[in-house]
């Protein structure tokens, strides 16, 4: 990944250098699955859990781990597993070009470098198009999540497609693409962040005399983990209301301002924060992997293509 504007033989090969953005951001996101979703999990049950269900973050990890196991924790994988190398790939392919975007709308500029804010321009436009791939992915991953964790421990849905199948009869696309405004929100700002802290620490902390676009191992695990921690810092308020009306069931909330009012009134603003703490634990190695899958793979790609 680089902030530099393509040279000529590299605006040759934008179909080649995009599908390389593709392919990394696959990887990059199924390295951050596998090391982040038992935090993924605790964060969406606190924020979706009734009052005193659990007394907080340890709380969900030592009931879910009594009750199911192990593996409970690793409940709902199969959404973001399945859906992660399109999320990625889309959000890593649309920063790619969102960049080159900036760099053909300003041909006359005086710096070959984007600066921050156009870097975060950059990464609130790669949110677009991936939240129609996110939002239905997360619906059924927060409804895989939640389910079972009442006194009950009812489990209505056997997997993912029992869930799709469900929420198609019971609103049809609606229904599946339930919170994709709340997606939005929650990821036009926090990938702005997002890339931005990246480019930014990443060239900072590469040694003098290299290049950030080298593999640097130390430099990638720093800056990627800086850039989970700079989303989520902004991300948790909306998506705290994201998982709320993917949870919740049909005609709870009209949208995502009704579930703010709704939220604030019943559990205070305290409430919008829930899941901080796990979201926060999980931002860093998450993340740290994420860049590391995307750079390793890329580096990888570029000796042979």
């Known amino acids: 990944m680089s902030s530099e504007a393509p040279s000529v033989e590299e605006s040759r090969s934008t179909a080649v250098e995009s599908a390389k953005a593709f392919i990394a951001g696959g990887f990059g996101g199924l390295s951050a699955v596998l090391v982040g979703h038992p935090f993924d999990l605790t964060k969406t049950r606190l924020q979706t859990a009734g009052p005193g269900v659990y007394t907080g973050a340890l709380d969900v990890v030592k009931k879910t781990l009594a009750r199911d196991g192990l593996t409970g ?16 790939a889309v959000s890593f392919w649309a920063y790619d070009a969102s ?9 006359q500029r005086s710096s070959q470098t984007l600066s921050i804010s156009e870097l975060a321009f950059a990464g609130f436009l790669s ?27 009812e489990k209505k849905y056997k997997g993912v497609v029992d869930v799709v199948r469900h929420l198609y009869r019971e609103g049809g696309m609606r229904s599946i693409f339930r919170g994709t405004g ?30 950030p676009a080298e593999l640097n191992l130390g430099a990638i ?8 921690i700079a989303m989520w810092a902004l991300a948790i308020p909306p998506d705290v209301l994201k998982s709320r009306i993917q949870s919740a069931p049909e005609g709870t909330y009209s949208g995502i301002l009704d579930c703010a009012r709704k939220t604030i009134a019943q559990d205070g603003v305290r409430a919008l924060w829930k899941g901080f703490g796990p979201a926060m634990a999980r931002a860093f190695p998450a993340n740290a992997a994420t860049f590391l899958g995307v750079e390793a793979s890329r580096t990888l790609m570029d000796k042979f293509f």
């Open 127 to 153: 949110a677009v198009p991936t939240t129609l791939v996110t939002a239905p992915v997360e619906r059924a991953k927060v409804i895989l999540q939640t389910q079972g964790q009442g006194k009950a421990g």
């Open 73 to 88: 924790m690793y409940r709902g994988m199969v959404p973001p597993l399945l859906g992660v190398t399109p999320i990625f």
């Open 99 to 107: 960049k080159n975007l900036i760099f053909a709308l300003t041909p």
């Open 221 to 228: 695990i720093m800056a990627g983990g800086s850039a989970g």
């Open 182 to 211: 709340a997606t939005l929100a929650r990821d036009g700002p926090g990938s702005a962040a997002y890339f931005a802290a990246y480019e930014v620490t990443k060239k900072v902390l590469t040694p003098a005399g290299s290049s």
